[in-house]
């Protein structure tokens, strides 16, 4: 069974607005109640396993709608958790950035291309089989991932994220993030 994590709205999180964050809230809640679902499925449910192949069939769906929910609570959860902070990282964190980048500002302008060319997320993320940092474009939760890698940063790029707020001018909410991103979250992650 997946618990919700209880993230709760702050001063600090300048990048929503509470309405903004309470809305994706309750969107997040759907993707864990979903795994719940999942699971309880896989786990004791009639999933037809005799049944299973790659056209149609009952098994395959709980196998998609696995993945598809697990990592939108993981994504998600990785979301919440890194915004709310001061948009600057420290030495250690900006000399990764640089080592994989150029400069801490060619990373910026990288993740903000990879933000506005993504459908769902912007990750940077450290790829363990080029042992390097990269900013990666996921166009859904299950669509785009390194298999084998370490998620670091996270910016959820669906509409549903800032349409409320920001409508259209998605400019403007990456701008906003940028701002406001918790890199002591960050740090934490980058354990490579
Ligand atoms: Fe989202």
Known sequence: ???MIPFHYTKDITV??????????RLYKGYVDNIN??????????VQREQANTTFSYYRECKRGETYALNGVILHELYFDNIGGMGMPDEFTKDQLVRDFGSLQKWQEDFIATAKASRGWAVLSFDQRSGRYRNISLDSHDLGNIAYSA?????????????LQYADNKSEYIDHFMKNINWDVVKERMVF
């Not at 679902?37 to 009639?46: A, C, H, I, R």
């Open 151 to 163: 998620p670091a940063l996270v910016l959820d790029m669906y509409e549903h994220a800032y349409f």
């Open 37 to 46: 679902k999942v699971d309880e499925q896989l786990q004791w449910g009639d």
């Open 1 to 3: 069974m997946i618990e």
């Open 16 to 25: 929503i607005n509470k309405e903004q964050f309470d809305a994706h809230i």
